[in-house]
């Protein structure tokens, strides 16, 4: 049996893809691919829901993301416990200091942050964790919950908090730059490989080979095919195990 290939995190309801959302998902059958379909707040989760039930291959993650922290989380988690059965996961969730500097805002993300693990703990669902500058923090609170499903969405911590976050059972994820940058390169390295997750964060623009054009799920043999070299895992191999990663990931 073919094993999927599964970006674990992308902004498919972003409008760089709405003119090609059909393109999209032919491709995505047509090379044995899903998509976690992660979501930044009320508006893009109604929108990430809706596409979902035009492909099975779109994952349904639904979320407020840290820098969306006026959204309204009440309305919010109205419509995720109402649409609970169809979601696949929470997402993105997590913590940034750069979008929200301020005491009094770091507190209110963290708020946000906390009422949406009550809501993945009670549902049972993974999640996909936003957590640039504030790995420390977020390992100290997830434990408070039972969610055995948690990645760390674009993995950029030192070897240190990578091996908090393997301590903690987390999985980690990595994207385009994995290709060409030495840093993220050395951290999948020491990676548990059973807790490897990849993804391209779409649309999201990258450098060198990737000339800043918006990120599609087509790159995803490119990230893949870079970490079976630096693993030394075949293709095929490697594909299977992430496969199974995913899987475990999603509850699958």
């Not at 349904?60 to 919010?76: A, K, Y």
Request: net charge negative; glycine share 4%.
């Amino acid at each position: 049996m073919i094993p999927w290939i599964i970006d674990s995190h992308i902004h498919m309801n972003d409008q760089e893809y709405d003119l090609i959302i059909e393109y999209i998902s032919n491709f995505m059958s047509q090379n044995h691919m899903k998509a976690c379909c992660v979501s930044t707040d009320y508006s893009s989760s109604i929108k990430t829901m809706s596409l979902s039930k035009k492909s099975r291959l779109f994952l349904p993650f639904v979320g407020i993301h840290p820098n969306q922290i006026e959204d309204n989380i009440e309305l919010f988690m109205e419509f995720a416990e109402h649409n609970i059965d169809q979601i696949e996961g929470i997402g993105e969730i997590g913590l940034d200091k750069t979008y929200n500097p301020s005491n009094s805002e770091f507190k209110k993300q963290i708020a946000y942050f906390m009422i949406q693990l009550e809501l993945a703990e009670k549902f049972k669902k993974p999640v996909s964790i936003h957590s640039r500058n504030a790995i420390n923090i977020i390992c100290s609170i997830i434990p408070s919950y039972s969610i055995s499903n948690v990645s760390l969405h674009w993995f950029d911590g030192s070897q240190k908090q990578l091996k908090l976050a393997m301590d903690l059972g987390f999985f980690v994820s990595y994207g385009p730059l994995l290709v060409y940058a030495k840093d993220k390169q050395s951290l999948l390295l020491h990676t548990d490989i059973n807790k490897i997750l990849l993804e391209t964060d779409g649309p999201v623009r990258f450098s060198r080979c990737f000339k800043h054009r918006p990120t599609q799920i087509s790159f995803m043999p490119s990230i893949l095919f870079a970490a079976s070299k630096l693993l030394n895992v075949s293709y095929p191999d490697l594909t299977a195990i992430l496969e199974k990663n995913s899987n475990n990931f999603l509850c699958i």
